[in-house]
C-alpha cells in the first residue's frame, strides 16, 4: 500500500458499505466543506462532487475519491458524517464485519460495475481477495434510478407511479426591497440567516422482510432531492435523511427539535415523504410514525426555541386506499364540487400543565401561548369524513405534490405568502389526471390540502437580507 493511500482496513470498510452509501449518502455543501477544512478535497474535487446532477452520483463520485486521499481521509470522512447528522453511516462503517453476521453474504453477491473510461466491464466479486483486484471500482456505476427493488410487487402500491411533468429548475426569483419593506410589519420575522433548519425524511426502500406489502417507492429520492435543492435556495440548511425505520424517525426528528440553535432562526420546515395511512406514516421497518406525535414535538411546550415562529410541515404520502377516479364536470359555466374537508392535526389544542413555567420571575404571570401555534402543514392528499385518498408519483420525476410545490415556491415565493402558495399549489393538482391507458389509474384524481395555525402571513422574503 502506498503511503499517501488510505489504510487497507479503511478501504475495506468503504468497499463493504459502498451500496448502502450510494444509496443513502447525503453531500451536500456542509459535508464537502468539512472535507475541505480537513484538506481531503482540494476545491476542484468539490467542484466536481457538486456539479454531478443527482445524489446517487455525487455519494459515487465522493466515495471513488477518499481512497486516494490519504491515510487520514476515513477518520475525517466519518467526523463529517457525525457534523451533517449522518451518524448511522459513520457507526455502519465502523462496525466490525464479525458483528454483521450479514457482511460476507453482502459482498459475495453485490454486482458491481466499473465507471465509464476504465475497464468498462461488468464483475460479480465472490471473495474479498477477488475485491482487491479492483480497488478503485468498489462502487456501483451511478444511474437515475436507484437500487431496483429485490422482490416481486406483492399487491398494488397505493401510491401510483404515473406520468407527468419534470420538476423545473428555474432559481427561486428574488425579493424586492420594497416589497419587503411594504409587508414585514405585518408578517412572521423573515430575516434570519439561514432562515431556518430544515429536515427532509424520504423512505423509498423498505424492509422486505419487515414490510413485504410496502412497496419501494421508485422516485422518492427525485422528491427529496427536488426539497433540498430548493429550500437550500430559500436560504434554509438542509439536512436529509434516507430509509429509517419508525424508531429511527422519532430519534431523528427528536434530535431535530433539540437543536439550540433554533434560537438564533426564524423558522423551521421538515418534510416527511413515505407510504402512509390516515395520521401516520410508514417506517421501513414497516411501523407506524403517527403524525400527531409529530406536530406535538414542534408545540410550543416540546420546543420553546421555536415559539412564535411558524413551523412547517410537508406530508408527501397516501392517507389512505381509495384512488380518486374523478367525477364529470356539469356542463355550464365552470364550476366544481372540490370537496372542503379540514384535517386538524396541525392546528388542534391540547391541555398544558400548570406548573412554574407560567409564572414570572416576581410571580407575576407571563403570557399563556395555546398548546399549539403557528404551524402550517401541507398534505399530498385528502382525508374527509367518507374517503381516504392515494398520492400519485412519478417514477422517474417523483410525486405531483412535490412536483406543484417546487414550481410555486421557485415562481411565487418573492411575493406570495405560503397559505396563498399552498392554494396554488391545490389548483394545480386539480387539474391533474393520470395517464395510463388500459389501467384503473387512467384518468384518477389527486387532491392536496394544507391546515394552518399561522397567525400571521408566512412570506420567504427570498435572497433578501435587510440592512442594519
Same mark, same amino acid.
Given at each position: 500500500?502506498?503511503?499517501?493511500?488510505?489504510l487497507?482496513?479503511?478501504r475495506?470498510?468503504?468497499?463493504?458499505?459502498s451500496?448502502?452509501?450510494?444509496?443513502?449518502?447525503?453531500?451536500?455543501?456542509? +459535508?464537502?466543506?468539512?472535507?475541505q $477544512?480537513?484538506?481531503i478535497?482540494?476545491?476542484?474535487? $468539490?467542484e466536481?462532487?457538486?456539479?454531478?446532477?443527482?445524489?446517487?452520483?455525487?455519494?459515487w463520485?465522493l466515495?471513488l475519491?477518499?481512497?486516494k486521499r490519504?491515510? &487520514?481521509a476515513?477518520?475525517?470522512?466519518?467526523?463529517?458524517?457525525?457534523?451533517?447528522?449522518?451518524q448511522?453511516?459513520?457507526?455502519?462503517?465502523?462496525?466490525?464485519p464479525?458483528?454483521?453476521?450479514?457482511a460476507?453474504?453482502?459482498? @459475495?453477491?453485490?454486482?458491481?460495475?466499473?465507471?465509464?473510461?476504465?475497464?468498462?466491464r461488468?464483475?460479480?466479486?465472490?471473495?474479498?481477495?477477488?475485491?482487491?483486484?479492483?480497488?478503485?471500482?468498489?462502487l456501483?456505476?451511478?444511474?437515475?434510478? !436507484?437500487?431496483?427493488?429485490?422482490?416481486?410487487r406483492?399487491?398494488?402500491s397505493?401510491?401510483?407511479s +404515473?406520468?407527468?411533468?419534470s420538476?423545473?429548475n428555474?432559481?427561486?426569483l428574488?425579493?424586492?426591497?420594497?416589497?419587503?419593506?411594504s409587508?414585514?410589519q405585518?408578517?412572521?420575522r423573515?430575516?434570519? @440567516?439561514?432562515r431556518?433548519?430544515?429536515?427532509?425524511?424520504?423512505?423509498?426502500?423498505?424492509d422486505?422482510?419487515?414490510a413485504?406489502?410496502?412497496?419501494? &417507492?421508485k422516485?422518492?429520492?427525485?422528491?427529496?432531492?427536488?426539497?433540498?435543492k430548493?429550500?437550500?435556495?430559500?436560504?434554509?440548511?438542509?439536512?436529509?435523511?434516507?430509509d429509517?425505520? $419508525?424508531?429511527?424517525?422519532r430519534?431523528?426528528?427528536?434530535?431535530?427539535? &433539540?437543536r439550540?440553535?433554533?434560537?438564533?432562526?426564524?423558522?423551521?420546515?421538515?418534510?416527511?415523504l413515505s407510504?402512509?395511512?390516515?395520521?401516520?406514516?410508514y417506517?421501513?421497518?414497516?411501523?407506524?410514525?403517527?403524525?400527531?406525535?409529530?406536530?406535538?414535538?414542534?408545540?410550543?411546550?416540546?420546543c420553546p426555541?421555536?415559539?412564535?415562529?411558524?413551523?412547517?410541515f410537508?406530508?408527501?404520502?397516501?392517507?389512505?386506499?381509495?384512488?380518486?377516479?374523478?367525477?364529470?364536470?356539469?356542463? !355550464?359555466?365552470?364550476?366544481?364540487?372540490?370537496?372542503?374537508?379540514?384535517?386538524?392535526?396541525?392546528?388542534?389544542e391540547?391541555?398544558?400543565?400548570?406548573?412554574?413555567?407560567?409564572?414570572?420571575?416576581?410571580?407575576?404571570? &407571563?403570557i399563556?401561548?395555546?398548546?399549539?401555534s403557528?404551524?402550517?402543514?401541507?398534505?399530498?392528499s385528502?382525508?374527509?369524513q367518507?374517503?381516504?385518498?392515494a398520492?400519485?408519483?412519478?417514477?422517474?420525476? !417523483?410525486?405531483?405534490?412535490?412536483?406543484e410545490?417546487?414550481?410555486?415556491?421557485?415562481?411565487?415565493a418573492?411575493?406570495?405568502?405560503?397559505?396563498d402558495?399552498?392554494?396554488?399549489?391545490?389548483?394545480?393538482?386539480?387539474?391533474?389526471?393520470?395517464?395510463?391507458? !388500459?389501467?384503473?389509474?387512467?384518468?384518477?384524481k389527486?387532491m392536496?390540502?394544507?391546515?394552518?395555525?399561522?397567525?400571521?402571513d408566512?412570506?420567504?422574503?427570498?435572497?433578501?437580507q435587510?440592512?442594519y
Amino acid at each position: 500500500m502506498l503511503e499517501c493511500g488510505m489504510l487497507e482496513r479503511d478501504r475495506r470498510a468503504l468497499r463493504r458499505r459502498s451500496a448502502v452509501l450510494c444509496k443513502q449518502l447525503v453531500v451536500d455543501e456542509l +459535508l464537502i466543506q468539512s472535507l475541505q $477544512a480537513e484538506d481531503i478535497l482540494t476545491e476542484s474535487m $468539490a467542484e466536481s462532487i457538486m456539479a454531478e446532477q443527482t445524489s446517487h452520483k455525487r455519494s459515487w463520485r465522493l466515495l471513488l475519491l477518499l481512497p486516494k486521499r490519504g491515510p &487520514r481521509a476515513f477518520s475525517s470522512f466519518c467526523s463529517a458524517l457525525r457534523e451533517t447528522e449522518q451518524q448511522h453511516l459513520c457507526d455502519l462503517l465502523t462496525q466490525s464485519p464479525e458483528k454483521d453476521g450479514r457482511a460476507t453474504h453482502e459482498e @459475495s453477491i453485490q454486482p458491481e460495475e466499473e465507471p465509464e473510461g476504465e475497464a468498462g466491464r461488468l464483475v460479480m466479486h465472490t471473495t474479498e481477495k477477488k475485491r482487491e483486484r479492483f480497488v478503485d471500482s468498489f462502487l456501483p456505476h451511478p444511474t437515475q434510478e !436507484g437500487i431496483a427493488p429485490k422482490r416481486a410487487r406483492t399487491h398494488e402500491s397505493m401510491e401510483f407511479s +404515473l406520468d407527468a411533468d419534470s420538476p423545473i429548475n428555474t432559481p427561486v426569483l428574488p425579493c424586492t426591497s420594497d416589497f419587503y419593506l411594504s409587508h414585514c410589519q405585518q408578517s412572521y420575522r423573515m430575516n434570519s @440567516s439561514p432562515r431556518g433548519f430544515a429536515l427532509v425524511i424520504s423512505n423509498v426502500t423498505f424492509d422486505p422482510c419487515a414490510a413485504p406489502d410496502l412497496d419501494p &417507492r421508485k422516485g422518492g429520492e427525485v422528491d427529496d432531492e427536488v426539497l433540498r435543492k430548493v429550500f437550500t435556495e430559500l436560504d434554509y440548511l438542509v439536512t436529509v435523511h434516507r430509509d429509517l425505520t $419508525a424508531q429511527g424517525m422519532r430519534t431523528c426528528i427528536t434530535n431535530f427539535c &433539540r437543536r439550540p440553535d433554533h434560537r438564533t432562526v426564524d423558522s423551521c420546515v421538515v418534510c416527511l415523504l413515505s407510504h402512509g395511512v390516515e395520521g401516520a406514516i410508514y417506517g421501513t421497518d414497516g411501523q407506524l410514525l403517527q403524525l400527531d406525535w409529530v406536530f406535538e414535538s414542534f408545540d410550543n411546550a416540546h420546543c420553546p426555541l421555536l415559539q412564535n415562529k411558524p413551523k412547517m410541515f410537508f406530508i408527501q404520502a397516501c392517507r389512505g386506499e381509495e384512488m380518486d377516479c374523478g367525477v364529470e364536470q356539469i356542463d !355550464g359555466p365552470v364550476r366544481t364540487c372540490s370537496p372542503s374537508c379540514e384535517q386538524r392535526d396541525a392546528g388542534r389544542e391540547g391541555q398544558g400543565d400548570a406548573d412554574s413555567r407560567q409564572r414570572g420571575d416576581m410571580g407575576r404571570p &407571563r403570557i399563556k401561548l395555546p398548546q399549539r401555534s403557528d404551524m402550517i402543514c401541507g398534505f399530498a392528499s385528502l382525508k374527509g369524513q367518507r374517503i381516504c385518498t392515494a398520492a400519485m408519483r412519478n417514477t422517474k420525476r !417523483g410525486s405531483w405534490f412535490i412536483q406543484e410545490l417546487n414550481t410555486a415556491l421557485r415562481l411565487h415565493a418573492r411575493e406570495t405568502h405560503l397559505a396563498d402558495i399552498l392554494v396554488q399549489v391545490n389548483g394545480r393538482i386539480k387539474e391533474r389526471e393520470g395517464y395510463a391507458p !388500459g389501467t384503473a389509474h387512467h384518468r384518477c384524481k389527486e387532491m392536496s390540502e394544507f391546515t394552518s395555525s399561522l397567525c400571521k402571513d408566512l412570506y420567504f422574503f427570498p435572497k433578501y437580507q435587510p440592512q442594519y
